[in-house]
């Protein structure tokens, strides 16, 4: 605790990151002791603690250490360590962040999460919000209504959008454009697995990925904006989960495209398939 109190004087009321000098980072990683580090943040963050204020402690995109191993399981232990900050110590708040939604299944089962965490979607916004917000940038009535139509109410698409218009290009060439891209990658994508093939690891087993049942998959967005999680075979679920095409919503066991335009892109590359 001696060598934080010169890191912690220097600090701003608001600190954004951990501080870790050099030679303790080394130190404390280059044998992977895992424990060590965890010991480590925990004494940053009681030197931050002070008047029952806990500090918030952000992890963005974990699932890039979801398969690593050291000893067992890194998310494992990593989650027990949350678990220990939050609801034994109550010393911090912490909140975890993933685009991959087959990501919170697995942080379920294997860091037994269950009543120890809350699920929050930050989903989409709704026709009502899209509708506000597209008016604070000074869009018409019929460039709002082809927005939504188009890319929904999905924020990094409507940043897109409202982009195009600041340059004073043509809106519907714009979302014209997207449509197109996006329908585009999709068919490539599929076409890559006629193909050549492809494959996902799933608990370790190495899955082969089959065009026909991606096709069968998809198909069942012709008439439906979303489906159930288990009406599509689990290999195909997570293929296309993992490619950013689909979205899974663990706590309603219901699937559908990751936003209005992949919806669209589906039904035009289905139409073909």
């Given at each position: 605790?001696e060598f934080l109190k010169p890191i912690v004087r220097v600090l701003p009321e608001?600190?954004?990151?951990?501080?870790?000098?050099?030679?303790?980072?080394?130190?404390?990683?280059?044998?992977?002791?895992?424990?060590?580090?965890?010991?480590?943040?925990?004494?940053?963050?009681?030197?931050?603690?002070?008047?029952?204020?806990?500090?918030?402690?952000?992890?963005?995109?974990?699932?890039?250490?979801?398969?690593?191993?050291?000893?067992?399981?890194?998310?494992?232990?990593l989650f027990n360590f949350f678990v220990r900050l939050t609801k034994e110590l109550?010393?911090?708040?912490?909140?975890?962040?993933?685009?991959?939604?087959?990501?919170?299944?697995?942080?379920?089962?294997?860091?037994?999460?269950?009543?120890?965490?809350?699920?929050?979607?930050?989903?989409?916004?709704?026709?009502?919000?899209?509708?506000?917000?597209?008016?604070?940038?000074?869009?018409?009535?019929?460039?709002?209504?082809?927005?939504?139509?188009?890319?929904?109410?999905?924020?990094?698409?409507?940043?897109?959008?409202?982009?195009?218009?600041?340059?004073?290009?043509?809106?519907?060439?714009?979302?014209?454009?997207?449509?197109?891209?996006?329908?585009?990658?999709?068919?490539?994508?599929?076409?890559?697995?006629?193909?050549?093939?492809?494959?996902?690891?799933?608990g370790g087993r190495h899955c082969d990925v089959h065009y026909e049942k991606l096709?069968?998959?998809?198909?069942?967005?012709?008439?439906?904006?979303?489906?159930?999680?288990?009406?599509?075979?689990?290999?195909?679920?997570?293929?296309?989960?993992?490619?950013?095409?689909?979205?899974?919503?663990?706590?309603?066991?219901?699937?559908?495209?990751?936003?209005?335009?992949?919806?669209?892109?589906?039904?035009?590359?289905?139409?073909?398939?």
């Amino acid at each position: 605790k001696e060598f934080l109190k010169p890191i912690v004087r220097v600090l701003p009321e608001s600190y954004y990151g951990i501080p870790i000098p050099k030679d303790i980072f080394l130190n404390l990683f280059k044998e992977k002791e895992i424990e060590d580090a965890f010991v480590y943040i925990e004494t940053v963050l009681r030197a931050f603690y002070k008047n029952g204020y806990a500090p918030v402690l952000v992890i963005d995109e974990l699932q890039v250490i979801g398969d690593i191993k050291i000893d067992d399981l890194l998310i494992y232990k990593l989650f027990n360590f949350f678990v220990r900050l939050t609801k034994e110590l109550h010393l911090a708040h912490v909140f975890v962040i993933t685009s991959d939604s087959l990501f919170i299944e697995k942080v379920y089962s294997e860091a037994m999460l269950q009543e120890r965490c809350d699920y929050l979607l930050v989903d989409d916004f709704d026709y009502e919000r899209t509708m506000d917000f597209l008016d604070s940038y000074g869009f018409k009535e019929h460039e709002k209504e082809i927005t939504w139509n188009y890319i929904g109410g999905k924020p990094v698409s409507l940043v897109k959008v409202i982009n195009a218009k600041r340059s004073e290009k043509n809106i519907e060439d714009v979302i014209g454009s997207m449509r197109i891209h996006r329908t585009g990658e999709i068919e490539t994508r599929l076409k890559l697995v006629k193909e050549l093939g492809d494959e996902i690891t799933i608990g370790g087993r190495h899955c082969d990925v089959h065009y026909e049942k991606l096709v069968e998959a998809l198909k069942t967005f012709l008439s439906r904006d979303e489906v159930g999680m288990n009406e599509v075979d689990e290999v195909s679920k997570r293929y296309l989960v993992k490619e950013n095409i689909l979205f899974v919503d663990p706590l309603t066991n219901m699937m559908k495209p990751q936003s209005r335009l992949n919806l669209i892109a589906i039904r035009e590359v289905m139409k073909n398939a």
